[in-house]
């Protein structure tokens, strides 16, 4: 059955605004901190912090009467795919590739949330979904290729790429699953209650996979001011307040047309990049960032 096609409004753009400049951020910071502590144990210290900071919004929802427990199921679901699997998989690929890197394979997000929602979720292409993918993927290439398609004939995939790619998958599901399931009375009128209900499981997961790290003996920590201030930044912005915007602005708009604000990140990695690291934009960043709005709305018209 056909998804009702949402409206997209200039609120609800915000919205799915907000994520991708501070998902930006947290691909520069975990590349800035790839020294000072290992991966998978970064993003549990992330989600830990999280859960910290959300309990006293949320705390309710941990009670034994709570309406978490008889739909733990679903939420363990999206607790490993958007907290444990995504995040960890994008500061596994920060270890060997750049943020923007980074951020351009994650801007495949249109075609994996496409191909899932069709493969798995009953949901049907249009034509109008697809001249979005390809005029916003063509934007993402030409950022992937400086302005020059005869760079993308060199293009190599490093491991970062290849993490990269299976978080944008892991992904995709979380954000059907959060379109197609309704939450449970209690949960879905409270937003810290329902990221709350992911984390609770998320946490779980994520300690699973640095404790992994711990015993393989590939962890590392080392504490520092810079380091509290990079925990700061990702736990309140990208851990909260981003999950926040979009939870909502997929619930508002829809998987499809929210696919296309991913495509946004590499253009804010770039600003961030030229502003932290001292990498300059080019005119093709520009032009990236037209044809990404371009597909953003024609995928999204009526």
Do not use: K
């Amino acid at each position: 059955m056909r998804q009702p096609r949402q409206h997209l409004t200039a609120a609800t753009a915000l919205l799915l605004t907000v994520p991708p400049l501070l998902w930006a951020g947290n691909a520069v910071v975990g590349r800035l901190v790839r020294e000072l502590v290992s991966p998978l144990t970064l993003n549990f210290i992330r989600w830990l912090l999280a859960f910290l900071v959300l309990l006293p919004f949320a705390a309710a929802v941990l009670r034994r009467g709570s309406p978490l427990w008889p739909h733990w199921r679903r939420y363990a679901v999206l607790g490993l795919l958007g907290i444990g699997c995504y995040n960890a998989f994008q500061y596994l690929a920060l270890q060997t590739s750049t943020p923007i890197n980074v951020t351009l394979v994650g801007s495949s997000m249109p075609f994996w949330m496409l191909a899932t929602g069709l493969l798995f979720f009953g949901q049907r292409v249009s034509r109008r979904e697809v001249v979005g993918a390809l005029l916003s993927m063509a934007g993402v290439l030409l950022v992937l290729s400086r302005g020059q398609w005869s760079q993308l004939l060199a293009l190599r995939l490093v491991p970062g790429d290849v993490y990269m790619i299976l978080a944008t998958i892991a992904w995709a599901f979380y954000s059907w699953m959060l379109s197609r399931t309704a939450e449970p009375a209690g949960v879905r009128q409270d937003w810290a209650a329902f990221l709350m209900a992911q984390m609770v499981f998320g946490l779980a997961w994520s300690s699973l996979f640095a404790a992994g790290e711990w015993g393989v003996g590939a962890a590392v920590i080392h504490w520092s001011w810079p380091l509290a201030a990079a925990l700061v930044f990702i736990v309140i912005g990208p851990a909260v307040l981003a999950y926040r915007c979009w939870g909502a602005g997929v619930q508002r708009a829809g998987p499809n047309a929210a696919a296309f604000f991913i495509n946004l990140t590499p253009l804010f990695a770039a600003l961030l990049s030229a502003a932290f690291l001292g990498e300059l934009p080019h005119w093709y960043h520009g032009a990236a960032f037209a044809l990404i709005v371009g597909g953003i709305l024609v995928s999204s018209r009526r």
